[in-house]
């Protein structure tokens, strides 16, 4: 059945530094990669995603890849700052957006 | 747009009783889900819709039911509430076909079983 495995679970980084999540997926007709952020109490709302034809995306400090061969995608954060302190959830929909399971969510701590 | 909305943002319940957990959305979207998330946890998938009069269960669906007559609406029924249904209850919309686009949620109904 459908798997996403998120990791890691918590992250603490230092305001400046890089942070990294990874997803992998276990349905290889998945073909759309969304990462969602959560600040406390709110609801999740997209940050960016990725499409299975294309390897990389950017947008400004964030950026995503996805390696379709080892099903797993990332989410890359540059010159964290606190205001980026959040909880991150990957999801990976089966093709057809059946059953959008979201990975258990990584908490991301930005020390000042 | 209003995007999703959900009634009510918080509710107190006790053991036993019943409630409707209500959910709109405006896009036109053909997928509907309702998700649970427990204190400092992950997002749990109840139900789901791929439209009007489809629905089928999630990863957690015991305790609820779920109705889907309109493209609009996804009302969440609990019968019977327990403590353990006590959780952030989101519900959220997509679309999907020839492209799938992003989940948009609503702001979550906060509820307490006592």
């Known amino acids: 059945g459908e798997n996403v495995e998120q990791h890691p679970s918590t992250l603490s980084v230092q305001e400046g530094d890089s942070a990294v999540i990874k997803c992998t997926y276990s349905d290889s007709a998945s073909n759309y990669f969304p990462w969602y952020k959560q600040e406390l109490g709110k609801r999740p709302q997209l940050i960016i995603d990725i499409r299975s034809n294309v390897g990389e995306k950017k947008d400004q400090r964030i950026a995503v890849t996805l390696n379709k061969t080892a099903k797993h995608f990332s989410l890359h954060i540059t010159e964290t700052q606190p205001e980026d302190s959040a909880v991150y959830f990957c999801a990976a929909p089966r093709a057809g957006g059946f059953k959008t399971i979201f990975g258990a969510g990584t908490r991301l701590f930005v020390k000042a | ?114």
Request: glycine share 10%; hydrophobic share 30%; net charge positive.
């Open chain 2, 1 to 114: 747009n209003a995007g999703v909305t959900q009634t009510p943002k918080f509710r107190i319940l006790k053991i036993g009783q019943s409630m409707t957990l209500q959910c709109t959305q405006d896009m036109n979207h053909n997928y509907m889900y309702w998700y649970r998330q427990d204190p400092g946890m992950g997002l749990k998938l109840i139900y789901y819709s791929v439209g009007a009069g489809i629905t089928d269960k999630g990863e957690v669906p015991n305790g609820y039911n779920v109705s889907r007559s309109t493209t609009e609406d996804f009302p969440l029924r609990l019968e019977l509430a327990a403590p353990s249904q006590t959780s952030v209850y989101f519900c959220a919309s997509s679309t999907h076909g020839r492209r799938d686009t992003e989940a948009f949620f609503g702001q979550g109904t906060r509820l307490t079983v006592v």
